[in-house]
């Protein structure tokens, strides 16, 4: 018993704060998930756009993401052309903030954003059903339709959209305010939805034409707003066959 007391105590010693013990923790309930940071350095990631002043860091096992250094997006590199995946992670405003990740993300050819993509709306509480647990179309030369918190939205061959209330959907009560709060993602085909701490928040399915629609591209952690901070941790990707 005191072999396996001090092993234990060993192993916290070893490992960076909420990080690595979540590895052995979702092995066994997150099968086919993946730890895409490692909790000790942005290895596996790239700033988007490049700022002289890097506006994310690695602070005790958390990426840390500052408005005030850069506005952009830190992307996972390691794939870049992801279609169909789980994403999960938690995040954390310790004060107000807009942030959220881009899914299916591209360079936008006509110039009007940077990146195109569809876009997973998180902030602190308060910001807003617009904003906190909601889809945005960043994708232009289509139509960019509202699907906010509690949403779920079908968009028809003709780009006409049908909104209903999604049944037992997240709250602003829900989330924690300053606290560690878990989103999950999940991208298949031409259906997407948005999780908030294990009750849906906003989901869409789209009919539009494959040339139309974001089929893969980059995940996108975003930076939108200076003056805030943002924290993430525990990120973990199952990419669906």
Known sequence: MQKTTATI?????????GF?????RTKGEEPGFEHIFD?????????????????WSVQDGIIV?????????????????????ELKFLYRFPGKGNSGVNIRARVDKTG????????????????GGKVLGAWDFHTPGRREHRCFRGDSLVIDKDDKPTITPLKNAVTVKDIKKGGWNELHVIAKGNSF??????????????????AKRLLSGMIQ????DPGMIVHYKDIRLKVLK
């Open 65 to 85: 993401g500052e408005g005030d250094k850069g506005r952009g997006y830190l992307v996972y590199s390691k794939d870049k052309d992801l279609a169909d995946f």
């Open 193 to 210: 939805q948005f999780f908030l701490n294990g009750k849906p928040s906003a989901q869409f399915v789209e009919h539009l034409p494959e």
């Open 221 to 224: 952690l975003q930076l939108h």
């Open 20 to 24: 690595a013990l979540a590895d052995e």
């Open 112 to 127: 009007r954003r940077k990146f195109e993509g569809y876009h997973a709306d998180i902030g602190n509480v308060g910001i």
């Open 9 to 17: 105590a060993s192993l916290m010693l070893c490992v960076g704060p």
């Open 39 to 55: 909790g000790k350095s942005l290895d596996g990631w790239e700033e988007m756009p490049s700022v002289k002043q890097k506006a």
